[in-house]
């Protein structure tokens, strides 16, 4: 049974980037999207989990999204509103909430952002892990100008990386996405009302604390707040790909190798300077995200256990991959790595990781994990790589297999199979399963 009933949307803005498209005639959450104004995209996925309650904060022709919405009833939910005479930013108007009846919890979301989730997903996360306030966040098309949340392996939030902020050169593409489960407990910790932006005066004081958690998805999450995004959301919609990928609902997957399908194969890559992206990687991953699949990595990293690194130095170049590819507007949803190698008696080995893990493909534990995870049916997902390990994993797991030309090309010839096709490379590959 769900606890959280209420969702506040902050709509107050006055949408300046998207003035072509208003005309400054109406508020940016009234833009239609594929037949719909965002503000009802929103509250119909907000109703369909059980949010009976809306509250939207309006400011900027305010009148406007009142006239349109009402009280709510011909959507089948209650709306109130709350009206900022000046703006106060992201967070200063929740202060107003003090007066709501919003339960223990509640969602908050921003005006501009289109989405489709499985709020039942999210909410659970939340409870268990018994959060102060939960963002959602999700690798994007942009990272670069969005606002990263750095996650310990608790799904705790360290830090944020607020955008024009000086960053490390490669960085995980982690991005806040404007969607939040918060305590009732942080309003009533705003001391006086003025202006105030959420994460940087707000949520930013949790960081590090262990209460602030960040919930992360593969689902559909994009902010409309440009005249170029608002068309790629209007044309995702178009396509139903958002509902297509909410985890309610079976997912379809691409899963890749790294080495030698990815990037560039250079044998054991210990050195994130040595990490070079594949010749169509980019195009591959762009026509994958634009899709209804999901795009993860899965790759085996013995690198580790034979002590050439550490963990950390494969997270490096995972940043490295992560930081390129977003700087190219494309994104992996996931990435999972195995460190283990079963042989032992080496002077530099990690004794550690010198195990026969369930992991280390051709077993399938990185793709269990992943199945599990995101809701995939293996027999509607493909397998990419260059060796036969790849195609011997993705038999033992259930999928379609590809091999790829690139990289080892299949003449690592460890197990006498057949892949079910082959491609050029991967980017061939992309487009012959898209198809």
């Known amino acids: ?103 223990d919890d509640f969602i908050l979301i921003y005006g501009d952002v289109m989405f489709n989730i499985n709020w039942n997903r999210m909410e659970d996360f939340h409870i268990q892990s018994k959060a102060y306030a939960t963002l959602l966040v999700h690798p994007n098309t942009h990272p670069f100008d969005s606002d990263l949340v750095a996650l310990n392996s608790k799904s705790q939030v360290e830090n944020f990386l607020l955008k024009g902020q000086k960053r490390e050169r490669w960085y995980k593409n982690c991005v806040n996405a404007g969607v939040y489960i918060l305590s009732k407990k942080i309003v009533f ?21 262990g209460v602030l958690y960040g919930y992360y998805t593969t689902e559909y999450v994009k902010d409309a707040g440009t005249v170029k995004r608002f068309y790629e959301v209007e044309k995702a919609f178009l396509n139903n790909i958002p509902e ?83 700087n190219e507007g494309v994104y992996l949803d996931d990435i999972i790595f195995c460190p283990h190698h079963p042989d032992k008696g080496y002077a530099e080995e990690n004794v550690k990781f010198k195990i026969d893990c369930e992991c280390r493909k051709p077993k399938t534990g990185m793709i269990d994990s992943m199945v599990s995870k995101y809701n995939i049916d293996v027999k509607q997902s493909y397998m990419i790589g260059d060796t036969t390990v790849d195609i011997q994993t993705g038999i033992n797991a259930g999928l379609t297999t590809v091999l790829v030309h690139t990289g080892e090309a299949g003449q690592d010839k460890r197990y006498d199979i057949s892949a079910d096709k082959q491609s050029k490379n991967l980017l061939e590959a992309v487009k012959m399963l898209l198809v």
């Open 1 to 103: 049974m769900r606890k959280i009933r209420t969702a506040v949307i902050q709509a107050g803005g006055k949408g300046t980037r998207l003035i072509e498209l208003t005309k400054d005639e109406i508020p940016k959450p009234l833009i239609k999207i594929a037949g719909k104004s965002i503000l009802e995209w929103q509250i119909e996925n907000l109703k369909r989990y059980g949010v009976e309650k809306i509250i939207i904060i309006v400011g900027y022709l305010g009148y406007e999204i009142k006239r349109c919405f009402g009280d709510g009833e011909k959507l089948g939910v209650s709306i109130e509103y709350i009206e900022e005479s000046n703006p106060l930013g992201s967070g200063g108007s929740l202060y107003f909430l003090k007066e709501k009846n919003i339960g």
């Open 189 to 209: 910790e705003m001391g006086k009302l003025c202006k105030l932006d959420l994460e940087k005066d707000i949520l930013i004081k949790y960081a590090g604390k």
């Open 244 to 326: 297509k990928r909410n985890l309610a609902n079976k997912q379809k997957c691409i899963f890749l190798d790294r080495d030698g399908t990815l990037n560039v194969y250079k044998g054991l890559l210990a050195d994130e300077e040595e990490f070079e992206l594949e010749e169509g990687t980019i195009q591959a991953l762009k026509a994958i995200n634009q899709s209804e699949y999901l795009a993860i990595v899965v790759t085996n990293q013995p690198v580790v256990a034979r002590g050439m690194c550490e963990l950390e130095d494969v997270e490096k170049i995972h940043r490295k991959m992560t930081t390129l590819l977003g």
